[in-house]
């Protein structure tokens, strides 16, 4: 018997349809892998065809594996003015809305899963821990497949988190704070590995910066980094220029991601232009490795398909949504998220805290008076 959709094909988003489109394609290589029998494979077929049809017909785009839909960055608040619209990629966040962007219509156009009451008691049931205070107040909002984490859990299979910081200036603010906060915690409660890249090469291919002022600032955001109090023992941190030329493990699988998605891909996810440098347009693959466990042999004794789970701002989404498509094609597990809310910048919750807006950010070599006066500045 042919699958059928589990509701109507008119009533899902966009992207909805787009990551259907992807589950179902990925259902139709498992069935012909295990060389399933003849009908079920068609009938599989014909669901992917009729998935596709209905993702045309609402998007006007072809499918295209690892590229949503153009318009996935422009978070329509339910208002006819182009001015009310909210703004989100890896590099910009901004909303006419005094009040910030609306996370809700940002889950439903991301296509991810809200973190509800169910899924935080669930959390402390499976670690005999009270939920950390940004589960219980929504500052960690949507979350990808938290729910196989949590099964594995609870069935004794090992798991590891991965996050990161692009060192853009000598010291973090405390908007970069929240996702180690919370990431120190998960590390405690479940008693797991973790890996934090510093990006550094993003900031040099990005900014007017030489790469020994990126790793400069690298090892300074490092210590930042480090005063959060992770365990010595079981946290890997690592910046791309050093580590990037030292494993072999974290290159295969920079060129087999690169291997799998093509460069109109990438131009769709990120905005990418003809007239970017190629190391911009190479540069996700960089950041999607690490949600490997095979780029880290020294740290998992070579053991692969550990399934990682990254805390990360949700600007940082269309990186891991990227991954997450590739990863079934080269053999990997996807990689689980959890999103937090940007941290508003002193101007207001139209945009977040940057380290390019001094200003707008209160860094953690911040003086009592340099924080004063920015308060001040900001009332007035």
């Not at 009729?50 to 045309?56: A, D, G, M, N, V």
């Not at 791309?240 to 799998?260: A, C, E, M, P, R």
Request: charged letters at 25%; hydrophobic letters at 35%.
């Amino acid at each position: 018997m042919a699958d059928s959709p589990n509701c109507d094909m008119e009533s899902l988003s966009p992207l909805q349809l787009f990551e259907r489109v992807t589950e179902q394609g990925e259902k139709v290589r498992a069935l012909k892998a295990g060389k399933a029998p003849k009908d079920e494979i068609d009938a599989a077929v014909r669901m992917l065809l009729s998935l596709k049809l209905s993702y045309k017909t609402a998007t006007g785009q072809d499918y295209q594996a690892g590229l949503p839909p153009r318009d996935l960055m422009s978070i329509n608040n339910g208002t006819t003015k182009e001015e009310d619209e909210d703004f989100v990629d890896p590099w910009t966040v901004q909303t006419s809305n005094a009040k910030g962007v609306d996370y809700d219509k940002l889950i439903v156009r991301f296509g991810s899963s809200k973190i509800d009451t169910d899924l935080i008691n669930r959390i402390e049931r499976a670690t005999g821990q009270k939920p950390h205070r940004f589960l219980r107040r929504g500052i960690f909002f949507s979350h990808r497949d938290m729910d196989q984490i949590l099964d594995a859990y609870e069935n004794k299979k090992s798991f590891y988190l991965y996050t990161g910081r692009g060192p853009s200036s000598q010291a973090m603010h405390v908007g970069h704070l929240i996702p180690f906060i919370f990431t120190k915690w998960l590390q405690e409660v479940f008693d797991v590995p973790l890996v934090i890249q510093l990006t550094d090469d993003e900031k040099y291919l990005w900014k007017d910066l030489t790469t020994e002022k990126a790793y400069e600032y690298a090892r300074e955001n490092a210590k930042d980094i480090i005063a959060c109090g992770f365990d010595i023992n079981k946290t890997f941190i690592f910046s791309d220029l050093d580590y990037l030329g030292t494993s072999t493990g974290f290159y295969k699988n920079i060129v087999k991601v690169q291997k799998h998605v093509t460069f109109n891909q990438v131009k769709g996810i990120f905005g990418f232009t003809d007239s970017d440098c190629i190391g911009k347009i190479s540069f996700p693959a960089i950041q999607a490795a690490p949600s490997f466990s095979s780029s880290f042999p020294q740290i998992f004794n070579g053991k692969e398909n550990i399934q990682c789970l990254i805390p990360c701002a949700i600007d940082q989404d269309p990186y891991f949504r990227m991954t997450r498509d590739v990863a079934p094609r080269i053999g990997q597990p996807k990689p689980a998220l959890m999103h937090s809310v940007f941290f508003p910048a002193l101007q207001g919750a139209q945009t977040k805290m940057s380290a390019s807006d001094p200003n707008s950010s209160i860094f953690l070599t911040d003086t009592p008076k340099q924080i004063k006066t920015k308060v001040r500045t900001c009332k007035t």
